[in-house]
């Protein structure tokens, strides 16, 4: 269940999407996308993202989550991920390195938060 910014969440909102749990990030509202089974943007035959360029952040970073808990953001490596699963090594590599893409996408995210929390 990926934490979405809230214009990701009006984004997927106009896409249909109805379920979302409010967070309260300092001064951000931020929001958890439920999603029940199957992501209904996951193609099943492809197995493809069928909204890759306007997919909300967190799924651009994953395997890389940011965790909220309170007044506090982390991050973690989710063994969600299949090649996570098969490389549980890889918690003790260098992210950046692993995953520059998705690191890319990280900072973004925790960029808005600190300009929202500034
Ligand atoms: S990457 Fe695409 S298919 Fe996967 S959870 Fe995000 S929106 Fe859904």
Redesign the pocket.
Same mark, same amino acid.
């Given at each position: 269940m +990926?934490i979405v910014f809230e214009d990701e969440k009006e984004k *997927?909102e106009k896409l249909g999407q109805k379920e979302f749990r409010e967070i309260i990030f300092g001064k951000l509202k931020l929001y958890r996308w439920i !999603?029940r089974g199957r992501? +209904? &943007?996951?193609?099943p035959e492809t197995g *493809? /993202? #069928? !909204?890759?360029e306007d #997919? +909300?952040l967190? /799924? #651009?970073m &994953?395997p890389l989550n940011l965790r909220i808990k309170g007044s506090e953001a982390s991050i973690e490596l989710s063994f969600g991920c299949s090649w996570v699963k098969a490389h549980p090594q890889a918690v003790r590599l260098d992210p950046k390195k692993v995953f520059p893409r998705e690191w890319k996408a990280l900072e973004e995210a925790l960029d808005r938060l600190r300009r929202a929390m500034s």
């Open positions: +990926p *997927l !999603i992501c +209904p &943007f996951n193609d *493809l /993202c #069928k !909204i890759h #997919k +909300p967190s /799924c #651009k &994953f």
